[in-house]
């Protein structure tokens, strides 16, 4: 079957290496493990040239004065109109890329205010399937306030949602948010959980020794986080937790894998709160290290997220084999079991703190909720098998048709 592959976000990039750019590149590549041939029309570009050109942003200091004397509303609004205006030049792209492709399908992932992948769809009468990574008008005006386009928003997130073929949600928060807010059946919705590509997950046995070497974890518990050192991640949250439980436990270590805005006020908590010695902070790491620093992990924490996010890390921590901790909200239910497959808790410091010492204190437990969300894992949520599902639930007609 062909597939055309459409991000109309003018800067989401292919080749970035950010989730959004590895999230297009995992379903673009399971579709052709698949067996598929796929095409892409990405309008944020393709390259690592264009990721370079687009992160070198030049401040416009009349730009700024501007901002300054004009109500947030309408700057805001002036923002919108031009990712309208930039919809309408992707649609003339998509067309001519239909027009020379002649897919039999095609998969958009879903933006803010951009309705060219639906219309194009319906006016070549081609199967459409939209996916949804957040409630975008909602998150769009929590981020950066309201918006005096904010109807005409509304208006095209309806439009999205109703006209194309399925939409493809990664957490049932998203489904039920949609559903309640723009009445769209429930029959329009798949339920796609995020997943991961098992073959990116590499490790060196010798690497991994030598850091166990140079962290001195070679007879301690280890307890730890990956991922970007932000407030909303909760890493401070997993840094109060350990301040409650470290004297009981002194044999256990705490290691934070990452960089971002946090890091130097997390830094001075631990010195504060006497836990410097027992908290390794690594910074940013290479890519192809992250998961060598994950095999270090006994118990590893995932301390909060967003209501809607079907959150990557967790699928990580538990191809790998790892004890996990997570949020107790729905896209985490959705594929995860509470003392089955790891624990779940409010993200408070107390509850993570018990949580932990149970996961400490229990080393069957550890073993038995690993064991039990690596399978699932393993079988049910890498990305070549959500494509093979995705299209086998809903296109298999069309799938069958073109073999």
Request: aromatic residues 8%; hydrophobic residues 45%; glycine residues 6%.
């Amino acid at each position: 079957m062909k597939i055309l592959y459409y991000s109309p976000h003018p800067h989401i990039n292919l080749a970035a290496q950010t989730g959004a750019g590895t999230h297009i590149r995992e379903v673009i590549q399971a579709f052709r493990e698949n067996g598929h041939e796929v095409a892409t029309l990405i309008m944020g570009g393709e390259t690592q040239e264009e990721v370079r050109q687009t992160t070198v942003v030049k401040q416009n200091t009349l730009k700024q004065r501007l901002k300054s004397f004009v109500p947030a509303c309408i700057w805001e609004g002036i923002k919108d109109w031009q990712m309208a205006k930039f919809d309408a030049l992707a649609q003339q792209k998509l067309l001519a890329k239909i027009a020379a492709f002649q897919p039999d399908l095609i998969y958009e992932r879903a933006a803010y205010m951009q309705t060219s992948g639906v219309l194009a769809a319906k006016k070549h009468q081609i199967k459409h399937i939209l996916e949804w990574n957040g409630p975008f008008v909602q998150e769009r005006t929590q981020l950066y306030g309201t918006s005096c386009y904010l109807p005409f928003a509304k208006k095209n997130e309806h439009k999205q949602l109703m006209t194309t073929t399925l939409n493809v949600v990664n957490s049932s928060a998203i489904r039920d948010y949609f559903i309640k807010k723009y009445k769209v059946s429930e029959a329009k919705f798949q339920l796609i959980p995020n997943a991961i590509n098992v073959d990116m997950l590499k490790t060196d046995n010798l690497a991994i020794e030598k850091l166990r070497v140079k962290y001195a974890f070679s007879d301690k518990l280890v307890v730890g986080f990956v991922g970007q050192i932000m407030a909303w991640h909760g890493v401070g949250i997993l840094l109060e937790a350990f301040a409650l439980l470290h004297q009981q436990h002194t044999n256990v270590r705490l290691l934070i894998v990452g960089e971002g805005k946090m890091l130097a006020a997390y830094k001075q908590y631990v010195q504060e709160n006497g836990i410097a010695d027992k908290v390794i902070f690594t910074g940013k790491i290479p890519h192809k290290e992250v998961f060598n620093h994950i095999s270090l992990m006994d118990i590893t924490v995932m301390p909060n997220s967003n209501w809607y996010g079907s959150p990557v890390k967790i699928f990580e921590y538990g191809a790998m084999g790892k004890a996990i901790i997570a949020p107790n909200n729905i896209p985490v239910r959705d594929v995860m079991t509470d003392n089955e497959d790891g624990i779940l808790v409010e993200p408070n410091a107390d509850a993570l703190k018990l949580a932990l010492i149970k996961l400490i204190d229990n080393e069957v437990l550890r073993k038995r909720v690993a064991t039990s969300f690596q399978q699932k894992v393993l079988q049910k949520h890498t990305w070549k098998h959500e494509a093979k599902h995705l299209l086998a639930t809903h296109f298999n007609e069309l799938v069958l048709s073109k073999k």
